[in-house]
């Protein structure tokens, strides 16, 4: 069972204790919003349990939500090619905002020999430091066949040795599973049912996974992820909509460091022998800074959500090695490895910036979960149930979706990752409660959010295709122009009567970079667009992504 709820646990934002003076101007703004509605009055300040909260002004839809912001990929010292300390991540999450955030350390022997129970202790410690910050361990998964993935559990007694288990006997690099088989592809669905058996038996009380960089290599093929998604409900959630390393492109870092071939995310690869067959050269590169995979409207996300089950996206820093910072790695001991320690000796500052392509977590990627109280749990209950929206470069304070019958409340409808169940010819209504960026982001530039787009697909059922990533029934309906819009703003978009089940999601920008987008203009007339290398300026091509909210017609 969780903890007992404390309002000292409570991000300071969000606690009533903590005079508005107090709060930083990001702080002060969430503060706002949730007494503008975001939940009814400040239930989840107030500490008032979630079933209770969730009927405060629900008006029998989703529940009213106030929105964490996290982080899922976060490296340390403890992953052979990261470098920080945990209180130099803590620290800069806190600065930009977070929440939450997942250490995610890479598998290798030396972590799950020996790094993984001292890094374990190291976390046990910064929860205590840092009571109002949510800090889960985690693990980088090499996936059987695959890429990677995040995987992380709710703190319990077992966390960390459910995850050394899961790493010895499932990991795709430590186990020589690496290779295109199919029994190697057959091993990563075990592995998931593996974790939902642990969670079933009670050894902790949640787990969940996420596939990270999908295109970046290729090699994660439609069939697989959508194996990954069938295999144990609840387990593989979703994945990474953004990949980390946004700054690789930056093109005064470019200059700095004199590359001549970078990419935001570090997509800089072509098609390989493992890879699958079936993905166009385009998607191994970002589009706007996102995966081909979500980016494409009508493609492999559309193409998954059609079947008429979610799988949600996310956005993080995958944070190793920041740029323009000035930190080495530190010196090992003599005669000492990273597989014989488990970790890497704290960092050492040059005065020089160090060679990196990310950002710090929270400060250009961040994940918003939608959550009635602050706790580990809710957080991952928020994850699960797709309440989830992400941006990039802080476009917006705040964002909050509700799909409900026309003419009735807004409190009335379903929300982010949602279900609305209409009889066959019903109106209905999107409405949208954006609360504007209202102060610079962190490089200095005030965002202005200059469109939303309203994308909508038929649900049409199970694929015959495994291996298919076309939509052909979704495409953006509507754009929305908010360029003139500030402060806190409500939207209402018609969508009309509903004859057949479908779905409806929201993608924004800054206006500053789109055109016709990957399957052509009239589908997408003005989508993300990919970048030439050594010029992906991402401060200057940002967008935000919502999850789906889906409506059954029966």
Known sequence: MPAPFRATDLPDWADPSVPASSLDPQGASRRTFLRLGMVGGLALAAGVPAAAAAASGSGGGDPQLAWLVGDHHVHSRYSHDAKYNFDQLARKGARFGLDWMVFTEHSNFGHADKGAAAEHAEIIAARSRNPRQLIFQGLEWYIPAAEHGTVFAAPGPHEVELLREFERLWDGKLN????????????????????????????????????????????????????????????????????GAQGDADPAWVAYRGSTRAQRGEYVNAPRPDSFPGYPVEAYRTFGGFDWVTATVGGLWDAMLAEGTLFSITSNSDNHRTIWDTWRDGDMPPGETFDSLGWKPSPVDTGTPQPGSDFWPGEFSRTHVGVTRHGYLDVLAGLRRGRVWVDHGHLVDGLDVRVARAGRS??????????????????VDLTVRVRSAHRPNPHGVLPRLAHLDVIRGAVTGPSADPDTWRAPETRVVEQVDTSRRRGTYDLRIPLGRITESCYVRLRGSDGNRHGAGYLGASIDPAGPQMHEDNNGDPWADTWLYTNPVYIDVR
């Not at 642990?198 to 949640?206: I, L, M, Q």
């Not at 290599?217 to 959508?226: F, K, N, Y």
């Not at 409190?411 to 109106?427: D, H, I, K, N, Y």
């Open 410 to 427: 807004r409190a009335t409808g379903a929300t982010l990752g949602g279900r609305l169940v209409v009889e066959r010819g019903t109106s």
């Open 176 to 243: 020589g599973w690496a290779a295109d088989l199919p029994e190697n592809e057959a091993r990563a669905v075990e592995a998931l049912r593996w974790l939902a058996a642990r969670k079933g038996e009670r050894y902790v009380d949640d787990v969940v996974v996420l596939a990270n960089h999908p295109s970046r290599l290729g090699i994660d093929s439609p069939g697989e992820i959508r194996a990954w998604r069938d295999a144990a409900a609840g387990i593989c959630i979703g994945m990474e909509g953004a990949p």
